[in-house]
């Protein structure tokens, strides 16, 4: 399916030299090897971090963007073609949080799209909620599609599986990875009955409340990082 949003989520947490850096964006995944080395170069030149940060922001984006061509012509069966999403997240000074039903057999269905009208109709100011959002769109289907890749092959190993394995090659039930995520068009859909129960909220958070929640996560991370240190040690 010839498409221009062909995009796959992608997330860096790397901590080094005394240095975090963490982020989520979309990446196309048929565009050239060269670009991930550059775009490291100018990330790490643009936010003045060490040289060390170079080379690991290019594995990371390497490793994930060979796990999605990993799943390239394969198929996988997915018993309902709507699907529940949920959108909790934090962007900057916004929360945001919603929940939707999404056609995932409608292949111009356009997560980017759909983010940048739902901040519209919210009246959401900060231009970093949209991509966010996407991204967290984006996450949740491309879990649906690997789970489901992951149930075909079964299917295919065991004998109970079998009736699973053949719906899953028939007709417009049988979908290729590779090519479901550069979708484009409206696929979401929002029950009448759900629009007061399940509606978009908006929270904008003051800075002293942004401080701390960032303290209460700084703690979290730290104690894992103790845990974890204990039991290496151990």
Same mark, same amino acid.
């Given at each position: 399916?010839?498409?221009?949003?062909?995009?796959?989520?992608?997330?860096?947490?790397?901590?080094?030299?005394?240095?975090?850096?963490?982020?989520?964006?979309?990446?196309?995944?048929?565009?050239?090897?060269?670009?991930?080395?550059?775009?490291?170069?100018?990330?790490?030149?643009?936010?003045?971090?060490?040289?060390?940060?170079?080379?690991?922001? #290019?594995?990371?984006?390497?490793?994930? @963007?060979?796990?999605? +061509?990993? $799943? *390239?012509?394969?198929?996988?069966?997915?018993?309902? %073609?709507?699907?529940?999403?949920?959108?909790?997240?934090?962007?900057?000074?916004?929360?945001?949080?919603?929940?939707?039903?999404?056609?995932?057999?409608?292949?111009?269905?356009?997560?980017?799209?759909?983010?940048?009208?739902?901040?519209?109709?919210?009246?959401?100011?900060?231009?970093?909620?949209?991509?966010?959002?996407?991204?967290?769109?984006?996450?949740?289907?491309?879990?649906?599609?690997?789970?489901?890749?992951?149930?075909?092959?079964?299917?295919?190993?065991?004998?109970?599986?079998?009736?699973?394995?053949?719906? #899953?090659?028939?007709?417009?039930?049988? @979908?290729?990875?590779? +090519?479901? $995520? *550069?979708?484009?068009?409206?696929?979401?859909?929002? %029950?009448?009955?759900?629009?007061?129960?399940?509606?978009?909220?908006?929270?904008?958070?003051?800075?002293?409340?942004?401080?701390?929640?960032?303290?209460?996560?700084?703690?979290?991370?730290?104690?894992?990082?103790?845990?974890?240190?204990?039991?290496?040690?151990?």
């Amino acid at each position: 399916m010839p498409t221009k949003e062909s995009l796959i989520p992608i997330h860096l947490d790397l901590d080094l030299d005394g240095h975090r850096y963490k982020d989520a964006f979309t990446w196309n995944p048929h565009d050239p090897d060269s670009q991930v080395l550059s775009f490291a170069k100018r990330t790490v030149k643009d936010l003045k971090l060490p040289p060390t940060f170079v080379t690991q922001i #290019s594995q990371s984006i390497q490793h994930q @963007l060979a796990e999605f +061509r990993s $799943f *390239g012509g394969q198929d996988m069966f997915i018993q309902e %073609k709507i699907v529940p999403l949920k959108l909790d997240l934090r962007v900057n000074n916004t929360v945001v949080r919603d929940t939707f039903l999404w056609d995932i057999s409608n292949f111009e269905s356009d997560p980017e799209g759909f983010a940048v009208t739902l901040c519209n109709d919210l009246d959401v100011a900060d231009p970093e909620v949209a991509p966010a959002i996407a991204v967290a769109i984006r996450e949740q289907l491309y879990e649906i599609a690997t789970q489901s890749v992951s149930a075909v092959k079964e299917a295919k190993l065991g004998k109970k599986g079998r009736r699973g394995y053949e719906l #899953s090659k028939g007709g417009n039930n049988a @979908l290729d990875v590779s +090519r479901y $995520f *550069g979708s484009k068009g409206s696929g979401v859909i929002r %029950k009448r009955k759900d629009w007061y129960m399940n509606g978009p909220t908006v929270d904008v958070l003051t800075n002293e409340e942004v401080g701390t929640l960032e303290e209460l996560n700084s703690r979290f991370r730290r104690k894992l990082d103790e845990k974890e240190d204990s039991f290496q040690q151990g």
